[in-house]
Structure formats: structure tokens, C-alpha cells
């Protein structure tokens, strides 16, 4: 098994791609602690850990609360002694029209999702980043979105708040990959398109790939367990593959072929 011996920690594990995500790292023979909000679903991804023979945490964690964060990652350290694998994958998406928005409610959202999905990133990262380079080694693996990749996917209107922190993501995972890289310490982004998850289909009830298509141009839905494959290949890269790169998933094949390491 790849992650033999691994201690790894998945934020947003609850559902979705956080859950598919924790379970694959799992099968591949690594611990995992589920940093998530919510406890009654984080328990039973803990509890499905636990169903293949490895250790399970679920851990109630705002990812936007340093004290939060902060104390989630001792309670990890404290139970498995190490973190290998960070996967930031916490996420929240909240469309808000500027034109005739509420002042106050608009700028909320906005917080919010800056707060989850670009702050969470950075301070979960700051509070492993100790563990890791006593370690001398770990991985950190961003889950961001197909939407920075605008060669592929145009801009859409009313989803500013989620672009400006996903793009902060992104900007995170090259800029942090560039200073940790030297410290044995590995950040990578990964970039799925639409993905058949609790978040999307709050917005979009019966996703189908030619729903999407008609909107975005690309007849693609993606399934959770396509997004873990992606996740697992690029986290058994090791000190081989290059780092800060964030490649985009629209395809299982995609996913399937990130087994191989890219060069450069």
C-alpha cells in the first residue's frame, strides 16, 4: 500500500470529494484525521477509516478559526505522533450578484468564502508546517477548482467571492511550494471540473454531463472517487514530481493518468 504508516489529515472530510478523499488515502494504508464542521457525517467518515483497518479521527474544526486550526492540529499530533499528508480541501461556494445586493449579506458571503477556502488553506498549512519540517519531509495537496483555469472555463457572473479565493488558493500553492520545496516539503494544487458532490448539487439539484456542457462547453461530470484517484497519484509522487504545478481533472482518464510522474 502506498501510504503505509502515513498519518494524514483531510479537511472538509465529511462529504463529498473531502470524504472520497480520506477514504482512498485510507485503503492505500494511511491513518487519517477529518477536520470538519460537521460531526454527526465527520464521525462516520472516521468510522469508515476505522471499517479498513486504519486509524480514524473526526475532529470538529472551522478551518477559518486559527484556534480552531490550531487546536484540531494538536489533537492529531497528540494522537498519531506525526502528519505526513496535508489535503486542504475545505470548501464553500455561494453565488452573490453585486446588482442590488444587500450591502452587509454580500460582503458576509464574501468573508465567508474567503475565510474557508483561501484562509483555511494557509492556516492549516502554518499549523503542520512545524510537525513537517521536524519531520524534514510532508505533502501538502490544495483541492482548488477547474474555474482559475480560464483557457478552459470562461468567467461567470455572481461567483466573485469563490474566484477571488480560489484564485488565492492557487496563488498559495505556488508561492508556498516555492519556499518549502527546500525543506523537503511538497505543494501541489489539483484543479477538478464539476464533481457530482453535496456543494454542487445545492446549486444544481440533477447535474448531468449535458446540463454542464450546455453551460460550460465540456461535457464532463466528474464522480468523488475520480477526484481521490487524481489526489492519491499525485500525493505518491514523492520528491520526484515537480512542485507548485495545480493540473486540471475533467476526465477519470485525466485522474488515471496522474499515476505517472510529469517531468519538469
Not at 494504508?29 to 469508515?48: C, H, P
Not at 450591502?103 to 508546517?129: P, W
Request: contains cysteine; proline residues 4%.
Amino acid at each position: 500500500m502506498a501510504f503505509e504508516g502515513k498519518k494524514a489529515v483531510v479537511t472538509g472530510s465529511s462529504l463529498g470529494l473531502g470524504r472520497a478523499i480520506a477514504v482512498a488515502l485510507a485503503e492505500q494504508g494511511a491513518d487519517v484525521a477529518g477536520f470538519d464542521i460537521r460531526s454527526a457525517e465527520n464521525k462516520e467518515m472516521a468510522r469508515e477509516v476505522r471499517s479498513l483497518g486504519r486509524r480514524g479521527l473526526a475532529i470538529r474544526c472551522d478551518v477559518s478559526d486559527r484556534g480552531d486550526v490550531s487546536r484540531a492540529v494538536g489533537e492529531t499530533v497528540e494522537a498519531f505522533g506525526r502528519i505526513d499528508i496535508l489535503v486542504n480541501n475545505a470548501g464553500i461556494f455561494e453565488l452573490g450578484p453585486v446588482v442590488g445586493a444587500d450591502f452587509d449579506q454580500l460582503a458576509d458571503s464574501y468573508e465567508r468564502q474567503l475565510g474557508v477556502n483561501a484562509r483555511g488553506t494557509f492556516l492549516c498549512t502554518l499549523a503542520v508546517l512545524p510537525v513537517m519540517l521536524r519531520q524534514g519531509k510532508g505533502d501538502v495537496l490544495n483541492i482548488i477548482t477547474n474555474h482559475v483555469h480560464r483557457e478552459r472555463y470562461r468567467a461567470e457572473a455572481a461567483e466573485h467571492a469563490y474566484d477571488a479565493s480560489k484564485w488565492a488558493q492557487w496563488s498559495l500553492t505556488e508561492t508556498l511550494a516555492l519556499e518549502l520545496k527546500e525543506h523537503g516539503i511538497r505543494v501541489r494544487g489539483l484543479c477538478p471540473a464539476a464533481t457530482d458532490t453535496p456543494m454542487l448539487r445545492s446549486l444544481m439539484p440533477e447535474p448531468s454531463p449535458k446540463q454542464l456542457g450546455d453551460h460550460t462547453g465540456i461535457y464532463s461530470l466528474m464522480m468523488p472517487e475520480d477526484v481521490a484517484l487524481a489526489a492519491v497519484h499525485m500525493l505518491n509522487w514523492g520528491a520526484e514530481g515537480p512542485v507548485g504545478i495545480s493540473p486540471l481533472v475533467i476526465y477519470r482518464e485525466d485522474a488515471e493518468k496522474l499515476v505517472k510522474v510529469p517531468m519538469g
